[in-house]
């Protein structure tokens, strides 16, 4: 059974830092490629970021790019997204994700590709 559990979010104030961790379980972590989403209030589920299963590329939203780094560990099994510069649009809940098929040969972006998702972690941005 995949397990995939975030840490990290919490409050902090615009212009500040957070990091995110995922720690995934139950499938060969780096034949995988892996995502972070998030959801605001009354929105939908949107992209962040992805990275390959090697770590070799990565993705991101236009929203958050140059802002956010995602980032694996295939020897732990975790995956990161470092937030910087934090912005209150970017207060949501944030969900990591793993793709549903190994070896891709695009990253994937969409939410239909990913088929075992974490619990979420709150991030809130305050002005």
């Known amino acids: 059974q995949v397990q995939l559990v975030e840490s990290g979010g919490g409050w902090v104030q615009t212009g500040g830092s957070l990091r995110l961790s995922c720690a995934a379980s139950?499938?060969?972590?780096?034949?995988?490629?892996m995502g972070w989403f998030r959801q605001a209030p009354g929105k939908e589920r949107e992209f962040v970021a992805a990275i390959r299963g090697s770590g070799s590329s990565t993705v991101y939203a236009d929203s958050v790019k140059g802002r956010f780094t995602i980032s694996r560990d295939n020897a732990k099994n975790t995956v990161y997204l470092q937030m910087n510069s934090l912005k209150p649009e970017d207060t949501a809940v944030y969900f990591c994700?793993?793709?549903?098929?190994?070896?891709?040969?695009?990253?994937?972006?969409?939410?239909?590709?990913?088929?075992?998702w974490g619990q979420g972690t709150q991030v809130t941005v305050s002005s």
């Open positions: 994700a793993i793709d549903r098929a190994p070896y891709r040969l695009r990253i994937a972006v969409d939410e239909d590709e990913y088929d075992y």
């Open positions: 139950g499938r060969t972590f780096s034949s995988y490629a």
